[in-house]
C-alpha cells in the first residue's frame, strides 16, 4: 500500500536497539584491543562535522551505540536534528565520556549515521530535482541493505520522500513473475482481490495494452516499468479520460537528470530503487578534541 509522509520528523522504527547492538557485536567480538591502550580513566570530548553538504538522518543510532557501549555514561550534544541540512564543515555534534568507550563506539556510531545521512541526502536531492510544484510523490522500494530497510525507510522519510511497501506484507504488488505464476494479469488481481481484500493492489505493467489489462481487472495502481516520457503521457490520458480512479507509478531509469521530466507526464508516484540501494555514505569525520 501507498503510504504518505507526515510534514513533521517521521517515527523512530522500534529495531534500533537490535540493530545497534548486533553492529557492535559484529565489530567488538571479545573486546577492542586497541582501545584499551588508552587509560582506563581517561575522558575525552570529540566533535563529528561534515565534509559535504547534505541532509543529517540517524542521530538515534548514534545515541544508542555511544550509550550501549559506555553504559550510559558518555553524552552526545546535537546540533542539528534528522532531517536538517548541513554545508562543508558543519559541527553536527560534540561526544563526551570515557574515553576507551568512545573510541569503540566510533566506528559503528558513525556507519550508521553516514548510511542514513547518505540515503536521506539522496531523497532530498531527487525531491529537490521534482521541484516545489510537482503533484506526485518520490518512493522508495524493498531494494534495501539487509537488516537495514526499517532505518533506510525512515531516512528516505527525512529526505523528504514516502515509503512504498514496509515488505512484502503490507501492500500487493504484482510483478512480471506473479503475473506469468498466476496465469496473467486478470485471474492475479482477482485472486489478490480475494485473498486480501483490504490491501491496495498494485500491478506492474511493461506496455499500454498491459496496462488496459491492469485497468479492466481493477487495480488501484500500476507501475509503469521502463516506459518512455511519451507513453506515459498516454498512459496518463488513458486512465483519465476512462475516469479511472487507478493511481499511476512511474519506475525504471529514472535519474536526477530527468526526474522532472518524468513528473511533468502526469504520474502519481516516481520510484527510485537507487535511493536505498546505491547507498554513497556521506563524508562524515569524528575528531578527539580534548583528553582529561
Given at each position: 500500500m501507498i503510504k504518505t509522509v507526515s510534514p513533521q520528523l517521521p517515527s523512530l522504527p522500534p529495531a534500533i536497539p537490535a540493530q545497534v547492538a548486533g553492529a557492535i557485536a559484529e565489530d567488538l567480538g571479545p573486546g577492542d584491543v586497541t582501545a584499551a591502550l588508552v587509560p582506563a580513566d581517561a575522558t575525552a570530548r570529540a566533535r563529528v562535522i561534515s565534509r559535504e553538504p547534505g541532509v543529517l538522518c540517524g542521530t538515534a543510532w548514534v545515541d544508542e551505540t555511544f550509550s550501549a557501549v559506555s553504559g550510559g555514561q558518555i553524552h552526545v550534544h546535537w546540533h542539528l536534528g534528522d532531517?536538517?541540512?548541513?554545508?562543508?564543515d558543519t559541527?553536527?555534534?560534540?561526544?563526551?565520556?570515557?574515553?576507551?568507550?568512545?573510541?569503540?563506539?566510533?566506528?559503528?556510531?558513525?556507519?550508521f549515521l553516514q548510511t542514513l545521512s547518505g540515503t536521506a541526502t539522496a531523497a532530498r536531492r531527487y525531491v529537490d530535482a521534482l521541484g516545489d510544484d510537482a503533484t506526485c510523490r518520490l518512493l522508495d522500494t524493498?531494494?534495501?541493505l539487509p537488516g537495514l530497510r526499517l532505518a533506510q525507510k525512515y531516512a528516505v522519510r527525512c529526505g523528504g520522500g514516502a515509503n512504498h511497501r514496509i515488505g512484502l506484507f503490507d501492500g500487493v504488488l504484482i510483478k512480471?513473475?506473479?503475473?506469468?505464476?498466476g496465469g496473467g494479469i486478470a485471474p492475479t488481481v482477482a485472486a489478490a482481490r480475494a485473498e486480501r481484500s483490504s490491501l491496495a493492489v498494485e500491478?506492474?505493467?511493461?506496455?499500454l495494452d498491459e496496462l488496459s489489462q491492469a485497468m479492466a481487472a481493477g487495480a488501484d495502481i500500476a507501475m509503469l516499468d521502463n516506459f518512455t516520457l511519451e507513453d506515459m503521457r498516454t498512459a496518463v490520458a488513458r486512465v483519465?479520460?476512462?475516469?479511472?480512479?487507478?493511481?499511476?507509478?512511474?519506475?525504471?531509469?529514472?535519474?536526477?537528470?530527468?526526474?522532472?521530466?518524468?513528473?511533468?507526464?502526469?504520474?502519481?508516484?516516481?520510484?527510485?530503487?537507487?535511493?536505498?540501494?546505491?547507498?554513497?555514505?556521506?563524508?562524515?569525520?569524528?575528531?578527539?578534541?580534548?583528553?582529561?
Open positions: 532531517g536538517e541540512r548541513c554545508d562543508t559541527p553536527l555534534c560534540e561526544i563526551e565520556g570515557p574515553a576507551r568507550a568512545l573510541l569503540t563506539a566510533e566506528r559503528t556510531a558513525l556507519n524493498r531494494k534495501t512480471e513473475n506473479h503475473i506469468a505464476a500491478v506492474e505493467v511493461e506496455s483519465r479520460d476512462a475516469q479511472h480512479p487507478m493511481r499511476l507509478e512511474a519506475s525504471g531509469d529514472i535519474t536526477l537528470d530527468n526526474a522532472a521530466q518524468v513528473a511533468a507526464t502526469g504520474v502519481d508516484f516516481i520510484s527510485i530503487g537507487a535511493l536505498t540501494k546505491h547507498v554513497r555514505a556521506l563524508d562524515l569525520s569524528l575528531r578527539i578534541l580534548e583528553v582529561s
